[in-house]
């Protein structure tokens, strides 16, 4: 069963994270990418400083929770693991974050101009 909600969180992760890049593009899903990306930043600047983790993620905190059940070791973040599985090599996680949080800035300020600027 852990196995399988390890799996199901594998790929909410992916699903939210290729939603975050691309989802401003079609204006029927603006209104969705805003909100995706609206609750990672509140999750980010507001749930992680209440709790003492700045930058936390919430999904990566139940993923961070299958994994120790699983055996496996904590790690920074998501999109580090990520960065390690796909290149075999040690992540660099500072530079991940910063190409992450860029990322994340960057498709809600044009999904936002885009939103307030259709049509």
Not at 31 to 49: D, E
Not at 75 to 104: C, F, H, W
Request: with cysteine.
């Amino acid at each position: 069963m852990i196995r399988i909600a390890n799996a199901a969180l594998h790929l909410l992760h992916l699903g939210v994270i290729g939603f975050t890049l691309i989802g401003w593009i079609w204006p029927t899903t603006r209104p969705f990418h805003l909100i995706i990306v609206g609750l990672t930043l509140g999750s980010w600047f507001i749930l992680g400083p209440i709790i003492g983790q700045p930058g936390h993620c919430f999904l990566t905190g139940f993923q961070h929770r299958i994994w120790q059940r699983m055996g496996n070791q904590k790690r920074p973040n998501y999109m580090s693991y990520l960065a390690e599985r796909l290149t075999g090599r040690p992540a660099n996680v500072k530079r991940i974050d910063i190409l992450t949080q860029s990322t994340l800035y960057l498709t809600t300020a044009i999904s936002l101009f885009l939103f307030f600027n259709q049509g």
